[in-house]
Nanobody, 120 residues
């Protein structure tokens, strides 16, 4: 399983940005997809996750501003980021928790990060 993320960039505070991340491969099913971020000098933190069953989870710092969605058929997770703040500046990485068909063991794959920079 491989992940390909896109959509990062430079925006001004208050603007909108949308990230996408597609999982590719064969013979697997998705349990959860999501996003983490890491700012310079800080630890990696959870941003948002979306389970195949439809459950969503957000960091308190983005609740009400970010929206995570997933297209199971396309094996793609999206992160819509509104009202962006300079403190949202970070490298955003997507991840997927998955299993091979017919197996129960869950595996995780991480994608390369995409830079999001919010100027004040």
């Amino acid at each position: 399983v491989q992940l390909q993320a896109s959509g990062g960039g430079l925006v001004q505070a208050g603007e909108f940005l949308k990230l996408s991340c597609e999982a590719s491969g064969s013979g697997f099913s998705i349990d959860t997809m999501g996003w983490y971020r890491q700012a310079p000098g800080k630890e990696r933190e959870l941003v948002a996750t979306h389970s195949d069953g439809g459950s969503r989870n957000y960091a308190d710092s983005v609740q009400g501003r970010f929206f995570v969605s997933m297209d199971s058929a396309k094996k793609t997770v999206y992160l819509q980021m509104s009202s962006l703040k300079p403190e949202d500046t970070a490298v955003y990485s997507c991840y997927v928790r998955w299993r091979y068909w017919g197996r129960t063991f869950l595996r995780e794959t991480w994608g390369q990060g995409t830079q999001v920079t919010v100027s004040s």
